[in-house]
T-cell receptor, first 114, second 110 residues
Framework: ETGVTQTPRHLVMGMTNKKSLKCEQHLGHNAMYWYKQSAKKPLELMFVYSLEERVENNSVPSRFSPECPNSSHLFLHLHTLQPEDSALYLC?????????????FGEGSWLTVV | GENVEQHPSTLSVQEGDSAVIKCTYSDSASNYFPWYKQELGKRPQLIIDIRSNVGEKKDQRIAVTLNKTAKHFSLHITETQPEDSAVYFCAAFTDYKLSFGAGTTVTVRA
């Protein structure tokens, strides 16, 4: 299944580094999302883009910067992260943003901040 | 915002027995409730969902029930098999957002 692909799958970065996570969806969807998954915690919605416009920024620190150049691609730019930012970052997409639209997840990018 | 509570956090069942996971939500405006399964090292995948105008839905060994009055919904897995071992997440949709529970780790013992 290659509906939503994320790269890299694993990333280790220092607190002063700048890196980016990439997501691509091949489903023709109009909405894309970034979620953070930490152990024993609910999936946390970070950002929502609908038709390339950011429609949700869930009080995410500015050290996380999303970019959606078109409806198929989504990036998460990372800079000066903290160790507590270590987590699995999941990209997802859906046909629309309304209720009942199934959200399809990518495999995730495991981020470790050292 | 919506708050989704999920219980239990871990569940161990004998193969062939049933497993039940319960979730409660806080926002009465929530109208769509999907369940996701995440196997170790893999992405969460939708396994079943229910809309607010339906009380129960079944798909082979999986069923979901919804009680809008009490604001809770449950996942039932019957005749559990080893491949049912995974983390299960409930979610509630409101205000153009899906809010997830913390997940239930289900282990099916052979």
């Amino acid at each position: 299944e290659t509906g939503v692909t994320q790269t890299p799958r694993h990333l280790v970065m220092g607190m002063t580094n700048k890196k980016s996570l990439k997501c691509e969806q091949h489903l023709g969807h109009n909405a894309m999302y970034w979620y953070k998954q930490s152990a024993k915690k609910p999936l946390e919605l970070m950002f929502v883009y609908s038709l390339e416009e950011r429609v949700e920024n869930n009080s995410v620190p500015s050290r996380f910067s999303p970019e959606c150049p078109n409806s198929s691609h989504l990036f998460l730019h990372l800079h000066t992260l903290q160790p507590e930012d270590s987590a699995l970052y999941l990209c997802a997409s859906s046909q629309g943003q309304g209720w009942g639209n199934t959200i399809y997840f990518g495999e995730g990018s495991w981020l470790t901040v050292v | 915002g919506e708050n989704v509570e999920q219980h239990p956090s871990t569940l161990s069942v004998q193969e062939g027995d049933s497993a039940v996971i319960k979730c409660t939500y806080s926002d009465s405006a929530s109208n769509y409730f999907p369940w996701y399964k995440q196997e170790l090292g893999k992405r969460p995948q939708l396994i079943i969902d229910i809309r607010s105008n339906v009380g129960e839905k079944k798909d082979q060994r999986i069923a979901v029930t919804l009680n809008k009055t009490a604001k809770h919904f449950s996942l039932h897995i019957t005749e559990t098999q080893p491949e049912d071992s995974a983390v299960y997440f409930c979610a509630a949709f409101t205000d153009y957002k899906l809010s997830f529970g913390a997940g239930t780790t289900v282990t099916v013992r052979a």
